[in-house]
């Protein structure tokens, strides 16, 4: 039988999230996918690892071949095509080469690499063979790069106490290749806990939003690069995706869920929650 073409259907924007499972649902693909929904946009995805995780912390990890990962990454864009795509947890060297040679391989643009390295707590998640591959291989094909503090740290050699320390790290991890960096101020005390710095190559900004007084804020890096990328997707140029994208995660931590007995994740659909006149498409 013909297949019957759907009349009317809207062309709708794709983007892929390349990152783990989280199992608790508040952060990694599951945050992305949520993410990518609410902004209208088809999410896609390429796991790379799979996490047993709860509020309270990551109980076990199991790493997916890389040859798996990179068959998802195909299988995705030489079908459905994508107009944007981020990185989130890539685990280890092997992962983080093989993604690196895919991207390039499929000429993946609109890449948003959340370089998920050290936690806002300051712990290490990955070795420093990982972090050298990220940093040489991946890092240099970014549209947006986006480390927390510690990570903006590691990445440009320099304590970050300070804005003029983040607008240094910023200028500095620009020379890693990427596009754009936005060094995140989330890991800050006081006033610098919602302020991020943009660098371009041109433009120096510092972004602010309101800070939201929750303990339940698992998932914002995550929730944050989606956002970049699927405002990328929609064709915003990579600033105002920015700027867009932190507008998001500021409304979904009003509205975080205080699920588990310890850390819960940021409100993704919030719209269904509570009315409110906040729209994607605004």
């Known amino acids: 039988m013909e297949k019957q073409q759907d009349i009317g259907t809207?062309?709708?924007?794709?983007?892929?999230?390349?990152?783990?499972?989280?199992?608790?649902?508040?952060?990694?693909?599951?945050a992305d996918l949520r993410t990518f929904a609410f902004h209208k946009v088809h999410g896609t995805s390429a796991i790379t690892c799979i996490t047993a995780q709860n509020t309270l912390g990551?109980?076990?990890?199991?790493?997916?071949?890389?040859?798996?990962?990179?068959?998802?990454?195909e299988a995705i864009v030489t079908d459905i095509g994508v107009q944007a795509a981020k990185t989130g947890m890539l685990l280890n060297q092997t992962i983080i080469a093989a993604v690196a040679a895919q991207v390039e391989a499929l000429n993946l643009t609109n890449l948003v690499v959340d370089p998920v390295m050290v936690s806002r707590t300051g712990a290490q998640l990955i070795d420093d063979a990982a972090i050298a591959t990220l940093r040489t291989a991946l890092i240099p094909h970014a549209t947006v790069?986006?480390?927390?503090?510690?990570?903006?740290?590691?990445?440009?050699?320099?304590?970050?106490?300070?804005?003029?320390?983040?607008?240094?790290?910023?200028?500095?991890?620009?020379?890693?290749?990427?596009k754009a960096v936005l060094v995140k101020g989330g890991g800050l005390q006081g006033d610098l806990r919602s302020v991020d710095v943009w660098f371009?190559?041109?433009?120096?900004?510092?972004?602010?939003?309101?800070?939201?007084?929750?303990?339940?804020?698992?998932?914002?890096?995550?929730?944050?690069?989606?956002?970049?990328?699927?405002?990328?997707?929609?064709?915003?140029e990579p600033l105002t995706a920015t700027r867009r994208a932190k507008?998001?995660?500021?409304?979904?931590?009003?509205?975080a869920l205080a699920i588990g007995k310890g850390q819960g994740p940021v409100g993704h659909f919030f719209p269904l929650l509570v009315h409110n006149s906040w729209s994607a498409s605004s």
Do not use: F, W
């Open 10 to 30: 809207p062309k709708i924007s794709v983007a892929m999230t390349i990152a783990g499972s989280d199992s608790g649902g508040g952060a990694g693909i599951q």
């Open 58 to 73: 990551v109980e076990r990890v199991d790493a997916l071949p890389p040859e798996s990962v990179v068959a998802q990454m």
């Open 145 to 178: 790069l986006t480390p927390n503090r510690y990570e903006a740290q590691m990445l440009g050699n320099l304590e970050i106490h300070t804005l003029a320390d983040m607008q240094s790290a910023a200028q500095r991890i620009y020379q890693l290749g990427a």
């Open 200 to 236: 371009d190559g041109q433009q120096l900004e510092t972004l602010t939003a309101e800070t939201v007084e929750t303990t339940n804020t698992h998932g914002t890096g995550c929730t944050l690069s989606a956002a970049i990328a699927a405002n990328l997707a929609l064709g915003y």
């Open 247 to 255: 507008e998001y995660v500021t409304t979904a931590l009003k509205y």
